[in-house]
């Protein structure tokens, strides 16, 4: 572990896109972020602003066109060129870090216990092993009784929360979200911030969440706002 007071830094990031038969289009512009432990970070802004491809760049599930991404500080990004083996920056996506979506992405064949399981499985080889940890998430968000439904037979909110679980499985530094609530109401909304909260001080996980919920940016130590591709920080509460 590194003695760094972050535990993701990104500098000087930028990203473009050059649609066919159109102008070339800069959707993130020079922006630095760092992140520290245990943080819950929201990022919110109108729709285009850039706030995904921002999320993407930071989770390492893009490339920036220029710019630099290192996690404790190992430089996983320079320009557009990855520092790591594809089988190394497999490995630090399973391992530590997390991610959830508007869309839960449930394999709807396997029950909640196994959707938690396998990236744990996937990283260790013990099932027995991944199944007792994956029981043990889910207990703690609040779904011991559902362990064996499928995601079919669960709720919106309970997908959400089996995908939480799911994130933290391998105990990741940080989990990033993309409007994990965008298809639940209010009252699912609010549990699911008030649990996120919750895990991170149990598990000191940093979030990192795109969103639109007011709830979530009252919890959060920082509310960063996107505009046309630029980063504006929010204070720490």
């Not at 943080?39 to 995904?52: A, D, L, P, Q």
């Amino acid at each position: 572990m590194s003695d760094s007071q972050y535990i993701l830094s990104a500098k000087d990031l930028v990203k473009s896109y050059s649609p066919k038969g159109r102008k070339h289009i800069e959707i993130i512009k020079g922006i630095s972020l760092d992140i520290r432990p245990q943080e819950i970070i929201t990022i919110v802004g109108e729709s285009g602003s850039g706030k995904t491809t921002l999320l993407n760049l930071l989770s390492t599930l893009d490339a920036p066109d220029s710019g630099h991404l290192m996690f404790n500080d190992i430089t996983v990004f320079s320009g557009n060129s990855s520092r790591l083996s594809a089988k190394d920056l497999s490995t630090l996506r399973n391992e530590h870090l997390g991610f959830v979506f508007q869309f839960h992405h449930l394999l709807e064949d396997f029950s909640a216990l196994e959707n938690v399981a396998i990236p744990r499985f996937i990283a260790t080889g013990n099932l027995k092993a991944s199944k007792s940890l994956a029981e043990e998430l889910l207990e703690q968000v609040g779904l011991s009784e559902r362990l064996h439904h499928l995601p079919s037979e669960l709720s919106g909110g309970e997908q959400q929360r089996v995908a939480v679980a799911r994130a933290l499985i391998n105990s990741p530094k940080i989990v990033f979200a993309d409007e994990p609530s965008g298809n639940l109401d209010s009252k699912n909304s609010r549990k699911l911030y008030d649990l996120i909260l919750h895990l991170s001080e149990r598990h000191k996980t940093s979030f990192v969440i795109v969103t639109h919920n007011e709830h979530m940016t009252k919890i959060a130590d920082r509310n960063l706002h996107m505009l046309d591709g630029i980063l504006n920080e929010g204070s720490l509460v």
